[in-house]
């Protein structure tokens, strides 16, 4: 019972990991311009839309692992 509510809860958290992509893509540039590294920056400001789009995949994979443990559980 315990291992359900934690990977629904883990879930719940992933979820809201999805909506926020985009404002921790932006906070994670600007900490590599204030690091100097601005070839880096440049590269992920250039490729923004495809690494929010690769990044929110990847959390919806693990959300739909984390529901298919929970229905295993059961």
Do not use: C
């Not at 601005?38 to 984390?66: G, N, P």
């Amino acid at each position: 019972m315990q291992e359900k509510i934690l990977f629904l809860g883990l879930a719940a958290v992933t979820i809201i990991f999805i909506l926020l992509v985009p404002q921790m893509t932006r906070f994670h540039i600007k900490v590599l311009r204030m690091l100097q590294w601005s070839w880096l920056a440049d590269y992920e400001q250039k490729h923004f839309d495809k690494i929010v789009t690769f990044v929110r995949i990847t959390l919806i994979v693990i959300v739909i692992y984390l529901i298919v443990l929970v229905l295993n559980i059961l």
